[in-house]
């Protein structure tokens, strides 16, 4: 079984950055791709960015192109995203998610938060 864990939120001024990091543990993940996404209060979880895992092909919402980097590490397992200028609608509970096909995630972690004061 594949278990997620994401680190790396937190409080930032709007204009700031921040690395979020997503451990893969239980057996080393060898699915169709591994993605962020986000949910802010009152909303929906949204798609934030993904990257298939063999071949790093990335993907994102078209909010976050320019500011947001999604990249992966395999032999550490990891997945990371880094955020720059950050805006105060960038504020959510960010979740990482593995992919062991193309037609859904079947993993995902607890979430970490992200607050962007403006």
């Known amino acids: 079984q594949v278990h997620l864990a994401e680190s790396g939120g937190g409080l930032v001024q709007a204009g700031g950055s921040l690395r979020l990091s997503c451990e893969v543990s239980?057996?080393?993940?060898?699915?169709?791709?591994m993605g962020w996404f986000r949910q802010a209060p009152g909303k929906e979880r949204d798609f934030v960015a993904a990257?298939?895992?063999?071949?790093?092909?990335?993907y994102y919402r078209d909010s976050v192109k320019g500011r947001f980097t999604i990249s992966r590490d395999v032999a550490q397992n990891t997945l990371f995203l880094q955020m720059k200028r950050l805006t105060a609608s960038d504020t959510a509970v960010y979740y990482c998610?593995?992919?062991?096909?193309?037609?859904?995630?079947?993993?995902w972690g607890q979430g970490t938060q992200v607050t962007v004061s403006s």
């Open positions: 239980g057996r080393t993940f060898s699915g169709y791709a």
């Open positions: 998610a593995g992919a062991e096909g193309s037609d859904e995630y079947n993993y």
């Open positions: 990257i298939t895992w063999s071949d790093g092909v990335t």
